[in-house]
């Protein structure tokens, strides 16, 4: 599967830029609001801001990116972080919010 090949690709790159972290306490992605247009809605980015994959209103996205979707569509907030415990919601002055298990 395709995407199941870019999630890895994407830990390992991951893991190589955060090699003090657990797997548990690195970001897995970032998901945003897509300005492409109907029908896209969301993307999903790599930690460089670079976008992998972008997802149309009804094409759902793997977890546990769909988590983010609504939050990434909220205009308070410029990107979500997804973690495997929960998402970080960054707005555009910086300021962050954690949603999900333990900080």
Known sequence: MADREALNSLLEEIGREFPDLSLDQRPL????????????????????????EHYETFRPMPVPFEGA???ALHPS???IEVYVDGCRAVSGDGAVAWIGGPA
Do not use: K, M, N, W
């Open 29 to 52: 992605g970032i998901v945003s609001t897509c300005h492409l247009g109907a029908p896209y809605q969301v993307h999903v980015c790599d930690l460089g801001g670079e976008i992998i």
């Open 77 to 79: 907030y410029a990107f």
């Open 69 to 71: 979707r609504s939050l």
